[in-house]
């Protein structure tokens, strides 16, 4: 497993190459100028290319990438050229609330989506597969801004049960952190609890089908000891891969997510790096999610021989 790991790391290496060179070239090919907008509409010309040449924008594009590239090389992801402050920090501070939110939207997905699924693979062709299967297209139906101004207004407004919007943090207690994520989380979660409730009823019917199943059914095994000990670790393996996907998706999501919700993460840091035109921000965030993308990959990859142990390394 260990020469495995190493091959796999060994191979990140031409993709984060890759993702780097095109972002770089991606940002400063589009049309914008960071330069202007700093400087500020009422600026000449003359001081939108002071504020130019103080980025140091007006070299060469092999010159720029020469001196990112070497500022990597140290572990430095540069400076924000609307904060100068450094975009490490910058992420740091956004971390949190990011992290929370998408272990609350993965976690409800699951308490939500595997009862789902089982009950539907279980009950295939009646009413509750019926309701499960409605569920999963309305789920990839609806927009993410939708669902969650619908969860505001059911849950915060009507009802008064959550906060609208905002962030509490980790440092001001689990409750009170969990409390105002849950909205935001639900809504996430209503997307990829659709698509891991399918994906386990058609894994689990495939092995509901088996014929060592049928024989420990008529073996006497109880129902449940049949579906949660035999059936459900044998159809694992692609339940663990949509959810590894839907574990790194769900970075796409916490953008629109947060702005829904006014939550201070990563996602509203790429928004405003964007609209900005704030390149070192958004170099180092897309760099920070490949990364994340990667390293969640490889962990599935590596469960698979927990659940089947034909699966070797």
Known sequence: ???????RLVGTVPVFLFVGLFTFFLLRLTPGDPAALIAGDQATTAEVEAVRQRLGLDRPLIEQLAVWAGQLARGDLGQSVFSNMPVSHLIGQRAEATAMLALVGILLSLVIALPMGIVAAVRAGGVLDRLTMGFAVLGFSAPVFVVGFLLVY?????????????????AKGLGSCLRSLFLPGLTLAFLYASLIARVTRASLLEVLNEDYIRTANAKGVLPRRVVLRHALQNAAVPIVTVVG??????????VVTETVFNIPGLGRLTTDAILRRDYPVIQGLILLFSSIYVTINLLVDLSYGLFDPRVRY
């Open 245 to 254: 996907v839907g574990m790194a998706a769900l970075l796409g999501g916490v």
């Open 1 to 7: 497993m260990g020469r495995y790991v190493l091959r």
């Open 154 to 170: 059911v849950f915060a407004l009507w009802l008064g049960w959550f906060p609208t919007q905002g962030y509490s943090p980790l």
